[in-house]
Protein backbone atom coordinates (compact mmCIF):
# COMPACT_ATOMS: atom_id res chain seq x y z
CA UNK A 1 0.00 0.00 0.00
CA UNK A 2 1.02 3.83 -0.68
CA UNK A 3 1.98 6.10 2.27
CA UNK A 4 3.23 9.23 2.39
CA UNK A 5 6.02 10.70 5.38
CA UNK A 6 6.41 14.28 5.84
CA UNK A 7 8.36 15.81 8.47
CA UNK A 8 9.44 17.38 10.95
CA UNK A 9 5.80 17.48 12.45
CA UNK A 10 6.03 20.36 14.47
CA UNK A 11 8.90 22.75 14.33
CA UNK A 12 9.33 26.45 15.99
CA UNK A 13 11.84 28.82 14.24
CA UNK A 14 13.14 32.40 14.51
CA UNK A 15 12.40 35.36 11.58
CA UNK A 16 15.76 35.47 8.95
CA UNK A 17 16.28 31.52 9.58
CA UNK A 18 16.32 28.93 6.85
CA UNK A 19 13.75 26.07 6.37
CA UNK A 20 13.79 22.96 4.73
CA UNK A 21 10.40 20.34 5.56
CA UNK A 22 10.76 16.80 3.70
CA UNK A 23 8.19 14.68 2.22
CA UNK A 24 8.31 11.41 0.29
CA UNK A 25 5.71 8.73 -0.69
CA UNK A 26 6.41 5.22 -0.65
CA UNK A 27 4.45 2.26 -2.41
CA UNK A 28 4.08 3.85 -6.03
CA UNK A 29 5.93 5.38 -9.29
CA UNK A 30 6.12 8.62 -10.48
CA UNK A 31 3.67 10.77 -8.46
CA UNK A 32 2.02 14.13 -8.51
CA UNK A 33 3.64 16.12 -5.71
CA UNK A 34 2.03 18.85 -4.01
CA UNK A 35 2.97 21.02 -1.24
CA UNK A 36 -0.30 23.34 0.63
CA UNK A 37 -0.35 25.82 2.99
CA UNK A 38 -3.34 25.87 5.85
CA UNK A 39 -3.10 29.06 7.97
CA UNK A 40 -5.46 29.29 10.90
CA UNK A 41 -8.90 29.37 10.10
CA UNK A 42 -8.04 29.21 6.19
CA UNK A 43 -8.19 27.14 3.64
CA UNK A 44 -5.52 25.09 1.57
CA UNK A 45 -3.41 27.31 -0.41
CA UNK A 46 -1.65 25.75 -3.25
CA UNK A 47 1.97 26.47 -2.92
CA UNK A 48 3.93 23.94 -5.29
CA UNK A 49 3.03 20.95 -7.43
CA UNK A 50 5.26 18.39 -9.31
CA UNK A 51 4.52 16.34 -12.27
CA UNK A 52 8.25 14.73 -11.88
CA UNK A 53 11.38 15.07 -11.63
CA UNK A 54 12.82 18.42 -11.26
CA UNK A 55 9.33 20.02 -12.82
CA UNK A 56 7.98 22.39 -10.10
CA UNK A 57 4.85 24.53 -10.84
CA UNK A 58 4.98 27.50 -8.45
CA UNK A 59 1.78 29.21 -7.65
CA UNK A 60 2.78 31.57 -4.59
CA UNK A 61 5.91 33.90 -5.81
CA UNK A 62 7.06 34.14 -2.17
CA UNK A 63 10.27 33.35 -0.39
CA UNK A 64 9.20 29.77 -0.57
CA UNK A 65 10.75 27.24 -3.08
CA UNK A 66 10.31 23.64 -3.73
CA UNK A 67 12.37 20.96 -5.32
CA UNK A 68 11.93 17.18 -6.29
CA UNK A 69 15.56 15.48 -6.19
CA UNK A 70 13.71 12.44 -6.61
CA UNK A 71 10.85 10.57 -8.09
CA UNK A 72 8.63 10.42 -4.45
CA UNK A 73 10.72 13.18 -2.83
CA UNK A 74 9.36 16.63 -2.35
CA UNK A 75 11.47 19.17 -0.33
CA UNK A 76 9.92 22.40 0.64
CA UNK A 77 12.41 25.26 1.62
CA UNK A 78 13.07 28.49 2.73
CA UNK A 79 16.55 30.73 2.48
CA UNK A 80 14.95 33.13 5.67
CA UNK A 81 11.50 32.78 7.12
CA UNK A 82 9.14 35.29 7.35
CA UNK A 83 6.99 35.73 10.60
CA UNK A 84 3.66 35.26 7.34
CA UNK A 85 5.17 31.68 6.93
CA UNK A 86 3.72 30.43 9.99
CA UNK A 87 1.09 27.90 9.09
CA UNK A 88 -0.06 24.13 8.68
CA UNK A 89 2.15 22.47 5.98
CA UNK A 90 0.82 19.80 3.80
CA UNK A 91 2.27 17.32 1.23
CA UNK A 92 0.31 15.45 -0.84
CA UNK A 93 0.52 13.15 -3.69
CA UNK A 94 -1.96 11.70 -6.79
CA UNK A 95 -1.74 9.38 -8.90
CA UNK A 96 -0.22 10.36 -12.63
CA UNK A 97 -3.42 10.26 -14.61
CA UNK A 98 -4.68 12.09 -17.89
CA UNK A 99 -6.67 14.56 -15.42
CA UNK A 100 -6.30 14.93 -11.83
CA UNK A 101 -7.02 12.65 -9.00
CA UNK A 102 -7.84 12.13 -5.28
CA UNK A 103 -4.91 13.59 -2.95
CA UNK A 104 -3.61 11.75 -0.34
CA UNK A 105 -2.24 14.05 2.19
CA UNK A 106 0.46 13.65 4.97
CA UNK A 107 0.27 14.59 8.40
CA UNK A 108 1.28 18.09 8.27
CA UNK A 109 4.26 19.90 9.49
CA UNK A 110 3.23 23.01 11.57
CA UNK A 111 5.28 25.82 11.79
CA UNK A 112 5.84 28.78 14.01
CA UNK A 113 8.04 31.25 13.16
CA UNK A 114 8.76 33.77 16.38
CA UNK B 1 -5.69 31.09 -12.55
CA UNK B 2 -8.64 29.43 -10.79
CA UNK B 3 -10.06 30.71 -8.05
CA UNK B 4 -12.71 28.69 -6.08
CA UNK B 5 -14.92 30.26 -3.52
CA UNK B 6 -16.96 28.65 -1.10
CA UNK B 7 -19.87 29.55 1.29
CA UNK B 8 -21.24 29.43 3.81
CA UNK B 9 -17.56 29.49 6.21
CA UNK B 10 -19.73 28.08 9.16
CA UNK B 11 -22.76 26.18 9.25
CA UNK B 12 -24.33 24.53 11.98
CA UNK B 13 -27.35 22.44 11.77
CA UNK B 14 -29.25 19.85 13.77
CA UNK B 15 -28.99 15.76 14.29
CA UNK B 16 -31.28 14.83 11.01
CA UNK B 17 -30.95 17.84 9.51
CA UNK B 18 -29.51 18.74 5.61
CA UNK B 19 -26.45 20.50 5.18
CA UNK B 20 -26.00 22.33 1.98
CA UNK B 21 -22.74 23.84 1.09
CA UNK B 22 -22.02 25.49 -2.12
CA UNK B 23 -18.83 26.99 -4.50
CA UNK B 24 -18.24 28.75 -7.68
CA UNK B 25 -14.85 28.81 -9.70
CA UNK B 26 -13.45 30.90 -12.06
CA UNK B 27 -11.94 29.31 -14.57
CA UNK B 28 -14.27 27.50 -17.16
CA UNK B 29 -11.60 24.85 -18.46
CA UNK B 30 -11.86 23.36 -15.10
CA UNK B 31 -13.41 19.52 -15.07
CA UNK B 32 -12.99 17.91 -11.50
CA UNK B 33 -14.40 18.92 -8.62
CA UNK B 34 -13.65 17.17 -5.45
CA UNK B 35 -14.99 17.60 -2.05
CA UNK B 36 -12.62 16.79 0.62
CA UNK B 37 -13.62 16.00 4.70
CA UNK B 38 -11.04 17.47 7.60
CA UNK B 39 -11.83 16.38 11.16
CA UNK B 40 -10.01 18.12 13.85
CA UNK B 41 -6.24 17.49 14.25
CA UNK B 42 -6.64 14.95 10.63
CA UNK B 43 -5.61 15.19 7.31
CA UNK B 44 -8.13 15.80 4.78
CA UNK B 45 -9.77 13.15 2.94
CA UNK B 46 -11.73 12.94 0.09
CA UNK B 47 -15.48 12.12 -0.03
CA UNK B 48 -17.30 12.53 -2.97
CA UNK B 49 -15.73 13.79 -6.54
CA UNK B 50 -17.51 15.33 -9.89
CA UNK B 51 -16.26 15.36 -13.50
CA UNK B 52 -17.88 17.70 -15.79
CA UNK B 53 -19.41 15.50 -18.25
CA UNK B 54 -21.74 14.61 -14.92
CA UNK B 55 -24.17 16.91 -13.25
CA UNK B 56 -25.16 15.06 -10.16
CA UNK B 57 -23.54 12.48 -8.15
CA UNK B 58 -24.48 10.50 -5.27
CA UNK B 59 -22.77 8.20 -2.32
CA UNK B 60 -25.51 6.85 0.27
CA UNK B 61 -26.24 10.19 2.39
CA UNK B 62 -24.11 12.48 0.53
CA UNK B 63 -24.63 14.31 -3.37
CA UNK B 64 -22.71 16.77 -5.11
CA UNK B 65 -24.22 18.62 -8.05
CA UNK B 66 -22.70 20.48 -10.50
CA UNK B 67 -23.86 23.62 -12.77
CA UNK B 68 -21.01 24.32 -15.75
CA UNK B 69 -22.79 27.36 -17.04
CA UNK B 70 -22.93 29.35 -13.94
CA UNK B 71 -19.71 27.48 -12.63
CA UNK B 72 -20.85 26.06 -9.05
CA UNK B 73 -21.25 23.30 -7.92
CA UNK B 74 -22.88 22.09 -4.40
CA UNK B 75 -22.40 19.73 -1.71
CA UNK B 76 -25.69 17.95 -0.09
CA UNK B 77 -25.60 16.17 3.24
CA UNK B 78 -28.78 14.77 4.52
CA UNK B 79 -30.10 13.25 7.85
CA UNK B 80 -26.88 14.37 9.18
CA UNK B 81 -25.44 12.99 12.06
CA UNK B 82 -22.73 14.30 14.94
CA UNK B 83 -19.98 12.67 12.97
CA UNK B 84 -20.73 14.62 10.03
CA UNK B 85 -19.08 17.88 12.60
CA UNK B 86 -16.00 18.53 10.52
CA UNK B 87 -14.19 21.15 8.06
CA UNK B 88 -15.52 20.92 4.27
CA UNK B 89 -13.36 22.06 1.33
CA UNK B 90 -14.40 22.10 -2.31
CA UNK B 91 -11.70 22.51 -4.92
CA UNK B 92 -11.75 22.59 -8.86
CA UNK B 93 -9.12 21.38 -11.36
CA UNK B 94 -8.39 23.59 -14.04
CA UNK B 95 -6.50 20.72 -15.65
CA UNK B 96 -2.22 19.89 -15.68
CA UNK B 97 -3.11 18.16 -12.19
CA UNK B 98 -3.26 21.33 -10.25
CA UNK B 99 -6.25 21.65 -7.69
CA UNK B 100 -7.06 24.49 -5.81
CA UNK B 101 -9.49 24.47 -3.01
CA UNK B 102 -12.13 26.85 -1.54
CA UNK B 103 -11.27 28.80 2.08
CA UNK B 104 -13.29 25.40 3.62
CA UNK B 105 -17.05 25.09 5.85
CA UNK B 106 -16.88 24.56 9.41
CA UNK B 107 -20.17 22.15 9.68
CA UNK B 108 -21.52 21.71 13.14
CA UNK B 109 -24.15 18.89 13.94
CA UNK B 110 -26.16 19.34 16.98
CA UNK B 111 -27.49 16.88 18.62
Known amino acids: SQTIHQWPATLVQPVGSPLSLECTVE??????LYWYRQAAGRGLQLLFYSVGIGQISSEVPQNLSASRPQDRQFILSSKKLLLSDSGFYLC?????????????FGEGSRLTVL | GENVEQHPSTLSVQEGDSAVIKCTYS??????FPWYKQELGKRPQLIIDIRSNVGEKKDQRIAVTLNKTAKHFSLHITETQPEDSAVYFCAASPGGNKLVFGAGTILRVKS
Open chain 2, 27 to 32: DSASNY
Open chain 1, 92 to 104: AWSVRLAGTGELF
Open chain 1, 27 to 32: GTSNPN
